[in-house]
């Protein structure tokens, strides 16, 4: 059974930093692309960044770029998808979901990636000013 688990969440002020972890477990993510998405209250899911299982490619928002860092541990049993989250601003404030697909789509679409398979539950960041 494939299990998307995220955590490291939390309330942090304007101008610091969290680290967010995605645990998948349940397959084998080799051919998969791994990647955050977030949401923020009355607004739609929007991607946040995403990488190759293999970390050749990494793919971010613009509104991310330069302060968010995306990376993966890798284990046949367990592998750990990280989203270091630095400079944060009150408008990063979203509930934070991991989600991982094929690679494909992500190599074609890249930010605009829309994961299908897997998703685990939101871990609520919250960014005061």
């Known amino acids: 059974q494939v299990q998307l688990q995220a955590s490291g969440g939390g309330l942090v002020q304007a101008g610091g930093s969290l680290r967010l972890s995605c645990a998948a477990s349940?397959?084998?993510?080799?051919?998969?692309?791994l990647g955050w998405f977030r949401q923020a209250p009355g607004k739609e899911r929007e991607f946040v960044a995403a990488m190759t299982y293999n970390g050749g490619r990494t793919f971010y928002a613009d509104s991310v770029k330069g302060r968010f860092t995306i990376s993966i541990s890798r284990d046949n049993a367990k592998n750990t998808v990280y989203l270091q989250m630095n400079g944060l601003r009150p408008e990063d404030t979203a509930v934070y979901y991991c989600a991982a697909d094929l690679v494909g789509p992500l190599l074609r679409y890249g930010s605009s990636w829309r994961p299908r398979d897997y998703w685990g539950k939101g871990t609520q960041v919250t960014v005061s000013s």
């Open positions: 349940g397959r084998t993510f080799s051919s998969y692309g």
